[in-house]
């Protein structure tokens, strides 16, 4: 089986789970390069350690595994947390954002210690990639945080496919609301357009002086709709419209990749745009293929 046709099943597998969770790999006691082994010692090509994000009910290692496998085996110190759980509940982001935010400071703290590294680069995915943006802004952490890839970061705030501009149009808005808030989601209301969350990294600036961002979009998104469409009302959600911001869709690069919302985790393009983001020194060409369009 191919890498691609690989990465796809098992997108696939942990669609169907419900979850997005898979067993963490062993530490492979490496130290120049590792996956979550708190004994990795950033190498001086890349001198800061990457923090793993993950999407909103999902985990660390389910979410961004495959991200932190291939950015260890290419010398990174990559390392993944579970934020947000809920109380009964084996997925994460579920919970108050801040919160979730103030899991993730500490969770940097705690890289950066184990390391001995000044900063760590970010990647996020979904919730994680508005997180990557959310926690430097709000906790004022631009001084520890290099370098920021967000991958679908609903950072003007989802519509979940178009679901709560359809609520507005039909006035069940406030329905929309409390189903998102009583199935023990409270993120979820935080995240949607005009919520609290979205409203708290909308004002003012998002960028923080010194860290580089770069924001990955695929126009094939259904969820963190990230280009605008008359039929549902909804206007570009993922890009930050700052100097110095690089924003890029996949199919800039790619165009036949029809990778969906969840599959920018388990896709190679996306992955070598990652490392060209984290390194744009040593960038090098995307080998396009296909996606999981999920």
Same mark, same amino acid.
């Given at each position: 089986m191919s890498r691609s046709l690989a990465r796809a099943a098992l997108a696939a597998a942990l669609v169907m789970s419900g979850l997005l969770a898979v067993s963490a790999p062993a530490a492979s006691g490496a130290t120049a390069g590792g996956y979550d082994n708190p004994a990795c010692t950033p190498a001086p090509a890349h001198p800061y350690p990457v923090v793993l994000l993950h999407g909103l009910g999902g985990n660390g290692p389910g979410n961004m595994g495959l991200i932190g496998e291939d950015l260890a085996a290419a010398g990174y110190c990559t390392f993944d947390t579970t934020y947000g759980e809920e109380d009964g509940i084996p997925?994460?982001?579920?919970?108050?954002?801040? &919160? !979730?935010? #103030?899991?993730?400071? %500490?969770?940097?703290?705690?890289?950066?210690?184990?390391? /001995?590294?000044?900063?760590?680069?970010?990647?996020?995915?979904?919730?994680?990639?508005?997180?990557?943006?959310?926690?430097?802004?709000?906790?004022?952490? /631009?001084?520890?945080? !290099?370098? +920021?890839? %967000?991958?679908?970061?609903?950072t003007h705030g989802t519509?979940?496919?178009?679901?709560?501009?359809?609520?507005? &149009?039909?006035? #069940?808005?406030?329905?929309?609301? !409390?189903?998102?808030?009583?199935? /023990?989601?409270? %993120?979820?209301?935080?995240?949607?357009?005009?919520?609290?969350?979205? =409203?708290?990294?909308?004002?003012g600036p998002i960028t923080q002086p010194g860290v580089h961002y770069t924001v990955i979009a695929s126009r094939s998104d259904e969820l963190v709709t990230p280009h605008q469409s008359a039929l549902? /009302?909804?206007?570009?959600?993922?890009?930050?419209?700052?100097p110095g911001v690089d924003n890029e869709y996949v199919q800039s690069t790619c165009p036949l990749d029809p990778v969906g919302h969840i599959g920018? %985790?388990?896709? !190679?393009?996306?992955? #070598?745009? +990652?490392?060209? =983001?984290?390194?744009?020194?040593?960038?090098?060409?995307?080998?396009?293929?296909?996606?999981p369009p999920f």
């Open positions: 997925a994460g982001g579920l919970i108050d954002v801040n &919160t !979730s935010a #103030q899991q993730i400071e %500490a969770f940097i703290t705690q890289v950066r210690a184990e390391t /001995g590294a000044a900063k760590v680069d970010i990647v996020g995915h979904s919730e994680g990639g508005f997180e990557s943006l959310y926690v430097p802004k709000v906790f004022h952490l /631009g001084s520890e945080v !290099s370098r +920021i890839v %967000a991958l679908a970061p609903p519509t979940f496919g178009g679901l709560v501009s359809v609520a507005d &149009t039909i006035n #069940q808005r406030a329905l929309v609301d !409390s189903v998102l808030t009583t199935y /023990g989601c409270v %993120a979820c209301d935080q995240l949607i357009v005009g919520g609290s969350g979205i =409203a708290a990294l909308d004002n549902f /009302g909804t206007t570009e959600t993922a890009f930050i419209d700052e920018l %985790a388990y896709d !190679s393009d996306v992955e #070598q745009m +990652i490392a060209n =983001a984290l390194d744009p020194a040593a960038a090098t060409a995307v080998s396009c293929s296909v996606g």
